[in-house]
């Protein structure tokens, strides 16, 4: 309110729309970048589509998937 700054919301009244992707951002920062030093645009590109390609989409425990990995999940699903 000092700065006359106004949360983002996708919807008239709920502060929580954007929570998951907050979330996940906030776990990028932590995990994979805070820390480094990127010596071109491109590594840090590549470090960051590894993180979420191969880590946090691949073994990651996600809530809407019942506490498993998308892996696990699939692979229990599947069988």
Not at 28 to 42: A, D, M, Q, T
Not at 44 to 59: G, K, L
Request: proline residues 1%.
């Amino acid at each position: 309110k000092r700065h006359n700054l106004r949360g983002s919301m996708s919807a008239k009244g709920c502060c929580y729309d954007n929570a998951c992707v907050e979330s996940f951002f906030h776990s990028l920062k932590v995990e994979c970048i805070h820390g480094e030093h990127f010596i071109s645009r491109e590594i840090m590109r590549a470090t960051v589509f590894n993180y979420i390609e191969c880590d946090y989409n691949r073994w990651r425990r996600h809530s809407w998937c019942g506490g498993l990995s998308p892996e696990q999940f699939e692979n229990k699903n599947l069988a």
